[in-house]
């Protein structure tokens, strides 16, 4: 207990100190460097993941033999004793979106019982039931995300036609003009989403097209433990070979993750570099510190104190400024990362050009946070090994005769 309190009565003394602040404030600058790349980097891979998992599942099976169907497919996974926590169909048409002279390639999603579950999918805004009765009943509801609102000049409440080639067999196909108006508008959080993809109801589908109320295009799954979900897909493209396809959400971003885990990595090195060489200034402090109380350790060490207790003192001090240093530096971490986003939404768009996200929720894993904790304090430590032997090594009469 006394060495602790000796160690905080050091601290706090340095506290009075510009050239200690100075130390701790450049060393808490460089672990807010660290904090704020690993925040971005790691906000990023989580919302790029929930970006595409809330809408396309974690497995996506598209049917390719109208042999396989959604109870076939559930009925091996019930085999292999897989948890679903939630399962969807959907069909899928590519269409020409057309209105006042303006055609666009849009994906066409239809979704079971979409109206109850609209506001899963990022709904911002819809149409009050007054204005939908304004519309004939072969014109459907359709969900238009924002930035295809904005590509073709839409509002809330428009009509539009989308245009779907329909099989009239192998080597024919017919044109078919299906009629919407626009029922709510969406935001996925991704610009190529947001550009392209159309939400409907399986009705306004299957009826204009005469497809089969048991004709689907596929089915996405969401599992109770996301962590089996690459390793299934893999089982279930094995067990169904040709009859279908199973992919993995990864598998459609594979290239652009694999990069962001490398360029964390280099981030995470040359930000250890700058960390290291930041950590000098603890040292630096550390050892004024010690010149300062030479005298008061001799008589220390005369009244009893040993070799062993002062490396204790001076050790527990170095960890006291380091965990300063660390608060300091996460509370700067989350500054510069929160700036940084309203910096890049309001001025910039290269976040989403280049990497499709409209926007960051930002968090730091616990995984990160502790080994950044862990490498501040072992730095902090690893540099507080010269000043402490030092100070355990004066001779006891230079010591009592020391004078600042």
């Known amino acids: 207990m006394l060495l602790f309190q000796l160690a905080f009565k050091y601290t706090k003394s340095q506290l009075q100190r510009p050239s200690y602040w100075l130390a701790v404030l450049s060393f808490a600058l460089a672990i807010s460097l660290m904090v704020v790349s690993l925040l971005v ?4 891979e989580k919302t790029f993941e929930k970006s595409i998992t809330q809408l396309l599942g974690q497995i996506q099976i598209s049917y390719l033999s109208p042999n396989i169907s959604l109870p076939k497919v559930l009925s091996y996974l019930q085999k292999e004793k897989i948890k679903v926590a939630k399962v969807t169909s959907f069909i899928h048409q590519e269409a020409l ?4 002279g303006k055609v666009k390639g849009v994906l066409l999603e239809g979704l079971p019982a979409f109206e109850k579950k609209a506001s899963s999918f990022f709904l911002k805004k819809t149409l009050n039931n007054t204005a939908i009765t304004n519309f004939s009943k072969d014109r459907y509801g359709a969900y238009v995300p924002v930035l295809l609102m904005k590509d073709m000049s839409l509002q809330l409440g428009d009509a539009f036609s989308a245009v779907v080639a329909k099989s009239m067999g192998k080597n024919d196909f017919n044109r078919k003009v299906l009629k919407f108006y626009v029922k709510g508008v969406l935001d996925f959080g991704r610009s190529d989403y947001n550009r392209r993809y159309l939400l409907t109801s399986f009705e306004a589908l299957q009826k204009p097209l005469k497809l089969s109320k048991k004709k689907t ?3 996405r799954l969401w599992l109770a ?3 089996f979900s690459e390793e299934l897909s893999f089982k279930i493209q094995k067990h169904f070979s040709s009859k279908l396809i199973a992919q993995h959400w990864r598998q459609w971003a594979n290239n652009l993750l694999e990069a962001t885990k490398s360029q964390k990595k280099m981030i995470f090195l040359v930000l250890l ?3 290291i ?3 000098f200034n603890i040292m630096s402090a550390l050892f004024i510190l010690i010149v300062q109380k030479t005298k008061e350790l001799s008589i220390l060490r005369v009244a009893g104190l040993s070799v062993t207790s002062i490396y204790a003192i001076f050790s527990l ?9 660390l608060t300091l530096g996460f509370a700067l971490g989350y500054l510069w990362a929160y700036l940084f986003l309203l910096i890049q939404s309001r001025y910039f768009s290269v976040l989403s050009q280049i990497y499709k996200l409209n926007h960051l929720k930002i968090g730091l894993p616990l995984w990160d946070m ?6 501040v304090l072992f730095l902090v430590l690893l540099t507080a090994i010269i000043p402490v032997y030092r100070a355990g090594k004066n001779s006891l009469p230079e010591g009592l005769s020391h004078e600042l």
Do not use: E, H, M, P
């Open 41 to 44: 980097i790691s906000a990023y």
């Open 97 to 100: 979106l057309v209105k006042n």
């Open 217 to 219: 295009s596929g089915a």
């Open 225 to 227: 433990d996301k962590v």
């Open 273 to 275: 570099i700058i960390l």
């Open 277 to 279: 060489i930041a950590a």
């Open 317 to 325: 001090q170095a960890v006291f400024t380091g965990l300063l240093s």
């Open 370 to 375: 502790l080994i950044i904790i862990a490498v």
